[in-house]
């Protein structure tokens, strides 16, 4: 029986030949590249984040993986605690030791590349009360790795989860983990909202004070769905990647360039920009120093006020009021 294949918005491909990945080889072997600069690490708020459940908190613990504090619950995304991945030694040390993490209760993968899903670190934040989140066609293997409860999810489709709504919405990417399971599973990101703003008792001018809406972008090449998304949903934070472009010819249609994350990012409207996915392994041939400049670059030339973009160390942590708003005024 035929296994289901998961594709992109428009049946974009992201397909790449042996020969091309020859062609990348030859090119890093004549490219130097100056690797010096590493993403500093913060030290982290433990025992502040292990007491709160009020505020909306958003710590970088490195690539991908954020640990976020909202409506009262503790969730990971796309956990990877791993020293290497592959031949790549990890680059600087993950901004809360694994074992240091407050109890988690929501697990968010995005898709299941191994520097997204990495099982032996979801082993360890797993415990009972966890919820594990994934895209469509991801349950029953990781069901089968132990993770009882997990829950899939399509595209545009919502869950709620106590007092979190959670949407899973597209990305331009794709997906294996063996050779005969590429695009088995699909890929996307996360959309976070209060389930129940009522909840949320009103201030003195009798409006109610909502926690920022969060999007977790995932993976993705640029497209037209973070237009759409922007459309959809009111975001107020978005975790966006900037790095793993280089070189362009080969990774445009998977991963955004600085440049396409900056725009990305005023796609969707939202006031806030977080940049990950750079300077925690070595995916590609960028660097962290080439990703951050390129993108701070680009939020000049769009005219774009400096506090809207948030640059965090490892282990920072970001708290973000419901009063506070980054949109320029």
Avoid at 179 to 196: M, Q
Avoid at 207 to 217: E, I, M, Q, S
Avoid at 225 to 253: C, D, L, N, Q
Wanted: charged share 25%; net charge neutral; hydrophobic share 35%.
């Amino acid at each position: 029986m035929a296994r289901l294949r998961y594709n992109n918005v428009d049946n974009v491909s992201t397909d790449k030949t042996l020969k091309d990945l020859r062609q990348w080889r030859e090119e890093r072997r004549r490219k130097k590249k100056d690797y010096t600069y590493k993403v500093p690490n913060h030290p982290p708020q433990l025992e502040y984040l292990g007491g709160n459940r009020l505020e909306t908190t958003i710590t970088w613990i490195g690539h991908s993986t954020f640990f976020l504090q909202y409506e009262g619950l503790n969730i990971i995304t796309d956990p990877i605690w791993a020293r290497r991945l592959g031949f790549e030694k990890r680059i600087s040390e993950p901004g809360i030791a694994i074992q240091d993490v407050p109890p988690i209760d929501l697990i968010l993968i995005s898709h299941s590349h191994y520097d997204h899903l990495h099982l032996n670190s979801v082993r360890k934040l797993y415990r009972t009360g966890t919820t594990i989140v994934v895209p469509a066609g991801l349950k029953r293997k990781m069901q089968r790795r132990g993770f009882a409860n997990c829950l899939e999810m399509k595209w545009w489709e919502e869950q709620v989860l106590g007092p979190v709504k959670l949407s899973f919405v597209p990305t331009q990417h794709w997906t294996r983990r063996t050779p005969f399971d590429t695009n088995t599973s699909h890929w996307g990101g996360f959309v976070l909202e209060p389930s129940d703003p009522d909840q949320h008792p009103r201030g003195e001018d009798g409006k109610r004070k909502l926690p920022p809406n969060l999007y977790f972008a995932g993976d993705s090449g640029f497209f037209p769905g973070f237009k759409e998304i922007g459309s959809r949903y009111k975001v107020h934070v978005t975790m966006m990647p900037i790095g793993a472009y280089e070189p362009e010819w080969f990774m445009s249609s998977q991963h955004v360039n600085p440049e396409e994350a900056v725009q990305a990012f005023l796609d969707v409207g939202a006031e806030l920009m977080i940049p990950m996915h750079f300077g925690t392994f070595r995916l590609a041939d960028d660097t962290a120093r080439e990703a951050l400049d390129r993108m701070e670059a680009a939020r000049l030339a769009q005219g774009i006020s400096g506090e809207r973009i948030r640059t965090l160390a490892y282990g920072e942590t970001l708290i973000v009021h419901p009063e506070e708003r980054y949109a320029d005024k």
